[in-house]
């Protein structure tokens, strides 16, 4: 491991880091376009914020994390 994230207060920037980092890799994997106006994967209505905050966002708030989750793992 690479030092220089382990100092005091380092730890929530280090979450803070690894969410935008999820939010960034997750906006880059989606295509581009229309967003979906039902989740893909449980059909839960997204909210129309949501499809205007991320485009092509094709996932609910609950299956993204879900998704955001799994891969933060690997
Ligand atoms: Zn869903």
Do not use: H
């Not at 730890?11 to 994997?29: M, N």
């Not at 839960?44 to 094709?58: D, F, L």
């Amino acid at each position: 491991m690479a030092g220089g994230w382990s100092k005091d207060g380092a730890v929530q920037d280090q979450i803070d880091a690894s969410i935008e980092d999820a939010v960034k890799l997750a906006r880059s994997q989606l295509p581009k376009g229309e967003s979906l106006i039902y989740c893909e994967d449980c059909e839960t209505e997204i909210p129309e914020a949501r499809r205007k905050a991320i485009v092509g966002v094709r996932l609910c708030v609950n299956c993204q994390s879900e998704l955001d989750q799994q891969q933060a793992k690997s």
